[in-house]
């Protein structure tokens, strides 16, 4: 007896399955991607800044030690790895919102951006966290960086005062 296929195949098979399935039929590819974007629009703020919240109270200290000092390259120093752990843990975040600009999904990218940047603030208010003691001025830094990236990518400068007004009323002195 076959057991079921969508416990067997992997997230990689499925997305090729899905895209032979596509090129086969215009019909199908087209309502693929109705639900793909209908998919895609649900972003929550608070639900982003938890995952970002998370991702960097994660961030253990031990990981900046283990990946400082010297090395046989060199010598790494251990702010500038929690700098950099500090960027790794925000990268697939910083993604999305370029992949939501890519795609002309400006409301969605303004969401996720607020998500991520509220995310950094809570973390810098609210962790803690021992790692943040490496990183002391990374969560201000980054927060200006990515609010710089998502503007940069944005069409609409009613958006980008929306942002910033929101940024003044919600993450005093960060704007």
Do not use: H
Request: proline content about 2%.
């Amino acid at each position: 007896m076959k057991g079921d296929i969508f416990d067997a195949i992997s997230s990689d098979d499925a997305f090729d399955i899905l895209r032979l399935i596509a090129r086969e039929d215009q019909k199908i590819a087209k309502r693929i991607e109705q639900i793909a974007m209908e998919y895609l629009r649900d972003v929550d703020i608070e639900d982003i800044a938890f995952e970002v919240y998370f991702a960097l109270d994660c961030i253990e200290v031990e990981e900046v030690w283990n990946r400082s000092g010297n090395t046989r390259d060199g010598y790494v120093d251990p702010t500038e790895m929690a700098w950099q752990i500090f960027e790794e843990a925000l990268y697939s975040f910083r993604d999305e919102v370029v992949k939501y600009q890519r795609l002309s999904m400006y409301a969605e990218a303004k969401k996720y951006c607020l998500g991520i940047l509220g995310g950094i603030y809570r973390f810098e208010k609210e962790s803690p966290s021992e790692y943040k003691d490496w990183a002391v001025d990374a969560p201000r830094e980054y927060f200006t960086q990515v609010m710089k990236e998502w503007k940069s990518g944005q069409n609409n400068p009613e958006d980008v005062a929306e942002v910033e007004e929101f940024i003044k009323k919600n993450f005093a002195g960060w704007g």
